[in-house]
């Protein structure tokens, strides 16, 4: 009763229209709430946000990071749970008071401190339904200067991974993942573009090529300030990134764990199934022409965490190969197996794991338009990719070349098991907008472009987010002026409906997906506001308060990530 009779099937809400608004826009009879937006105090005595971006790196460093990307919720009560997010990057021209023309050592361990990962407690209030961060000894941050531990395969004593000081820091925190051990996972994704140096000498090895490891590669520069960062002073500091970070939200003093089993590229994110026991996570490497991959625990995870060890530091890191008759295979990345032999220059495990693309290259991977998210569908454990948008990578897993709106692939593992090693594909949906593509398939209240964020909730409704950047815009200039801004999106996955749920601010990406455990508030975050973005057919300008001014609006301020909660007026599960 009272069910708004707006479709059938699982999408119970009215479209929102596409559109321009510098605003959080949801359907009618649904609300939305800002929370710890960067700069927030982990505690209320912390260092309190000032608007002109003048708090120090100290201060930063107990202040929610900038830039909120992938997210999880880790339910303590019904209405109270550890919400832990990622933070991505930092942009240099609002996070200094003076701009960063001129980069001090002070200014870098600000940047530092504005990555990572932020664990806080939040609690709802059951008669309005509104959540607030409370104080808590499980607050804490994870940033680029946070000392972390080397697991599996590739320890931190590696002779590659031998740079100056004890390893420290998680940087460019993109996508997220969760284990069944109540246990989060951070991606580090364009770890590279940290690096550089001025020194003309220092040349790039093939190795760091393959990575865009690059002299002039980097828009942060710390290098001028800080020489952990400079190529020619501390070359190895680099291979210490590219890895999957666990992280225990419940363990405020524990140490992040980089877990080398799953390979060493740009990752992503990680998503975790499990299957006759054993754990299996996916991965996407988001540049255009790479890969997707999955690791596959050895035996059964509860066996592991019984005897106090990790079930992701034992098991086999696998590429997958798309043929162009829907079908497909998971290919290992073994030391010993195929072409990743002694013969072939290949040393050890480690070996393959430091350099895993080189190793995907050398077995026959297939190469895809910029691998994003996965989703496992909680029903039948088919697994959705976003692949936001690239040259038309991947055979007949690349239907559109060159490919600006993306697409999203589904396949299911043989005999509906996660671990198989064989499955069968297809385009799930080719995203973009009919007007300037007539093969995509979608009405007024489903045109998108560039999905990137994907996920399932408990009733088998499919999220999708996306991220509509620069460099989707360079793809095709035009052609994004009736999608307007980024938007999440829900799907049917079985009728393949899909509708527009919520429409983001300005410039902004929507990212970070999660829900209360009732299903009456939905997580998501609003990244990098104000990223001046043509889709409106506008120059690229410099500030980006010209942009958008969410959420605070306040000339004086700037543009600022957040989390956005969101309720139905009527306390409703999302969605139905
Ligand atoms: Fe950080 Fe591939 O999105
Ligand atoms: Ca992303
Ligand atoms: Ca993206
Ligand atoms: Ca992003």
Redesign the pocket.
Known sequence: PGRPDHGKGLLGFKAVPAGTADAVVVPEGYSAQVLIPWGTPLNSHGPRWKKDASNSAADQARQIGSNH?GMHLFPLTRDAGLLALNH??VDTRGLYADGDEVLTKEKVDKALAAHGVSVVKIRRDRASGAWEQVDSPFNRRVTGSTPVRFSGPVSAAHPELRAAGDPKGTL?N??SGHTPWGTYITCE??WNTYFGTEDASWTPSAEEKRYGVAAAGTPYRWHEADERFDLAKNRKEVNRFGWVVEIDPFAPRSAPVKRTALGRF?H??ATVTESKGRVVVYS?D?QDGEYVYKFVGQGRWRDWIRRGRSPLDHGTLYVAKFDDDGSGVWLPLVFGQGALTEANGWKDQADVLIRTRTAADAVGATKLD?P??VAVDPKNKDVFLTL?NGSGNGGKAGPRKPNPYGHILRWAEKGGDNTALSFKWEVFVLSGDPAYDKTVKLGPEAVHGSP?GIGFDADGRLWIQT?ISNSSQNLASKGYDNIGNNMLLACDPETREIRRFLVAPRGA?V?GLTFAPDGRSLFVNVQHPGESTPAWGEPTVDDPRAVSNWPDFDPAGRPRSATVVITRKDGGRIGT
């Open positions: 990307d991505e990057y460019n993109c996508s994704e364009n740009k992503e994110g996407g988001d910029r994003e998210w936001t990137d991220d990406e990212t």
